[in-house]
């Protein structure tokens, strides 16, 4: 049985974040059930990160599974023998429309978003992995898309959940580090190959991989093991290069705590540009203006070995991956790819300092988060309110990447005002079957 919830108990169950960007009664949801009835789950991508995800959902009713790939997706299949197994989720969100309420996406980047926008168009609840989208057009049509059919939505970015990250977005917001315009954020990526040419042999598909249905909605190309299970994410075709792997981990942190929103601008340098595959290392800038009363703010992306300057650390040792928040009164270092933990530093300038009291719900876990929003809870931290715009600006950079030019950003439109290179890569062409 359905319960029903009056505006009055949603907003005092929604007063998570303080994000002025995350606008939770927006994303009320379709049907709603009880906590106590079971979710059907249909799982999207079902090996590597998508069986996880589908694991970390099984206290529901898994009943279909989609994945291009038997021998990728064979354990899951194994654990779940009542779930209707399929290969296109086409096919499967079509004959099962009547049947479930909810999906999980794990797939390659470059599925994510025709899988959700489908989902979210037969009013299934969505949980997608990070990064959210493989283009920035189809951040926006994906936030819209939530909005417009009142789903519960959840991208994989984790760390959104985890008590350390939201202690560190109060401390923050508190003002603890007084006016803050600068930021460094990085990771010890790509652990993949990146900066090569599109290999020339063709060796055979292996047995119990459809091809045709991995390349979905990107051009058709030749097999070769050089894209598949792991190192696609280096592929312009299918991934989003270290950036978008792990800017909506690395960044959601001072996003959040910073509200940094849209950006106006942003450049970029790198290691050879091919046309197929992301450099080898890259250096993004973007430029944040002024939101309310937190100044304009400037923005440093590092990937591929590159670092901060040590000086910034305060003697600090500098971790594989981080992000660096520079105020006038301090500074906050995260030391992980989520956000999950920090440290203030001077130490000796923060010694005995008092944090606020805790002001942020904390979470019972990330995917039990959207699991409460699909049966009638508030919503999901990590909505596409406010995933989607911080899915928006990890691809960005790319832009600024490929484009090998300074580009100055109207947000509202999604479009580069000086850069018709930049342009190009806002959105992308896709095979026939498989729009949005």
Same mark, same amino acid.
């Given at each position: 049985?359905?319960?029903?919830?009056?505006?009055?108990?949603?907003?005092?169950?929604?007063?998570?974040?303080?994000?002025?960007?995350?606008?939770?009664?927006?994303?009320?949801?379709?049907?709603?059930?009880?906590?106590?009835?079971?979710?059907?789950?249909?799982?999207?991508?079902?090996?590597?990160?998508?069986?996880?995800?589908?694991?970390?959902?099984?206290?529901?009713?898994?009943?279909?599974?989609?994945?291009?790939?038997?021998?990728?997706?064979?354990?899951?299949?194994?654990?779940?023998?009542?779930?209707?197994?399929?290969?296109?989720?086409?096919?499967?969100?079509?004959?099962?429309?009547?049947?479930?309420?909810?999906?999980?996406?794990?797939?390659?980047?470059?599925?994510?978003?025709?899988?959700?926008?489908?989902?979210?168009?037969?009013?299934?609840?969505?949980?997608?992995?990070?990064?959210?989208?493989?283009?920035?057009?189809?951040?926006?049509?994906?936030?819209?898309?939530?909005?417009?059919?009142?789903?519960?939505?959840?991208?994989?970015?984790?760390?959104?959940?985890?008590?350390?990250?939201?202690?560190?977005?109060?401390?923050?917001?508190?003002?603890?580090?007084?006016?803050?315009?600068?930021?460094?954020?990085?990771? %010890?990526? =790509?652990? @993949?190959?990146?900066?090569?040419?599109? /290999? $020339?042999?063709?060796?055979?598909?292996?047995?119990? *991989? #459809?091809?045709?249905?991995?390349?979905?909605?990107?051009?058709?190309?030749?097999?070769?093991?050089?894209?598949?299970?792991?190192?696609?994410?280096?592929?312009?075709?299918?991934?989003?290069?270290?950036?978008?792997?792990?800017?909506?981990?690395?960044? %959601?942190? =001072?996003? @959040?705590?910073?509200?940094?929103?849209? /950006? $106006?601008?942003?450049?970029?340098?790198?290691?050879? *540009? #091919?046309?197929?595959?992301?450099?080898?290392?890259?250096?993004?800038?973007?430029?944040?203006?002024?939101?309310?009363?937190?100044?304009?703010?400037?923005?440093?992306?590092?990937?591929?070995?590159?670092?901060?300057?040590?000086?910034?650390?305060?003697?600090?040792?500098?971790?594989?991956?981080?992000?660096?928040?520079?105020?006038?009164?301090?500074?906050?270092?995260?030391?992980?790819?989520?956000?999950?933990?920090?440290?203030?530093?001077?130490?000796?300038?923060?010694?005995?300092?008092?944090?606020?009291?805790?002001?942020?719900?904390?979470?019972?876990?990330?995917?039990?988060?959207?699991?409460?929003?699909?049966?009638?809870?508030?919503?999901?931290?990590?909505?596409?309110?406010?995933?989607?715009?911080?899915?928006?600006?990890?691809?960005?950079?790319?832009?600024?990447?490929?484009?090998?030019?300074?580009?100055?950003?109207?947000?509202?439109?999604?479009?580069?005002?000086?850069?018709?290179?930049?342009?190009?890569?806002?959105?992308?062409?896709?095979?026939?079957?498989?729009?949005?």
């Amino acid at each position: 049985m359905s319960r029903k919830i009056n505006r009055r108990d949603f907003l005092k169950s929604t007063t998570l974040a303080g994000a002025s960007f995350w606008v939770a009664p927006r994303t009320i949801w379709g049907a709603m059930k009880s906590p106590n009835e079971k979710l059907n789950i249909a799982g999207i991508g079902a090996g590597g990160q998508g069986g996880s995800d589908i694991g970390s959902v099984s206290s529901e009713n898994i009943v279909a599974l989609c994945d291009v790939d038997d021998r990728r997706a064979g354990g899951t299949f194994k654990r779940f023998p009542k779930a209707k197994k399929y290969y296109d989720y086409r096919v499967m969100l079509e004959k099962e429309a009547k049947t479930i309420d909810a999906v999980t996406i794990g797939t390659p980047d470059h599925h994510h978003a025709p899988a959700a926008a489908m989902a979210i168009k037969l009013g299934k609840h969505v949980y997608c992995e990070k990064p959210l989208t493989h283009s920035v057009y189809e951040a926006r049509v994906l936030t819209q898309l939530a909005a417009k059919h009142k789903v519960a939505t959840q991208m994989g970015n984790q760390g959104t959940a985890s008590s350390g990250l939201r202690r560190g977005v109060e401390i923050l917001q508190s003002g603890a580090l007084g006016p803050v315009r600068e930021l460094h954020v990085w990771t %010890n990526r =790509p652990i @993949w190959p990146q900066g090569i040419d599109r /290999p $020339t042999d063709t060796p055979p598909v292996p047995k119990g *991989l #459809k091809w045709d249905l991995w390349l979905g909605p990107a051009a058709l190309r030749p097999y070769h093991p050089c894209y598949l299970p792991f190192n696609w994410r280096g592929w312009w075709d299918f991934g989003t290069g270290a950036l978008g792997d792990m800017a909506c981990h690395t960044l %959601n942190l =001072p996003y @959040w705590g910073l509200k940094l929103g849209h /950006p $106006t601008g942003f450049d970029a340098e790198s290691s050879e *540009l #091919k046309p197929d595959s992301a450099p080898k290392w890259s250096i993004i800038r973007y430029d944040f203006p002024v939101r309310g009363n937190l100044p304009a703010l400037k923005m440093t992306w590092y990937d591929g070995g590159k670092r901060p300057p040590e000086e910034l650390f305060e003697g600090e040792n500098v971790s594989g991956s981080g992000a660096l928040i520079v105020g006038e009164k301090g500074k906050m270092y995260s030391p992980d790819d989520y956000g999950t933990s920090h440290t203030l530093l001077p130490k000796a300038k923060f010694e005995g300092y008092k944090a606020p009291d805790p002001w942020i719900p904390r979470s019972p876990g990330h995917h039990a988060e959207w699991i409460r929003a699909c049966k009638g809870g508030p919503p999901a931290m990590s909505n596409f309110d406010y995933s989607g715009p911080l899915a928006e600006v990890v691809v960005l950079g790319n832009l600024a990447v490929r484009a090998a030019e300074r580009v100055e950003w109207d947000a509202k439109n999604l479009k580069a005002t000086n850069s018709p290179r930049a342009n190009q890569y806002v959105r992308r062409e896709y095979r026939q079957g498989w729009t949005l």
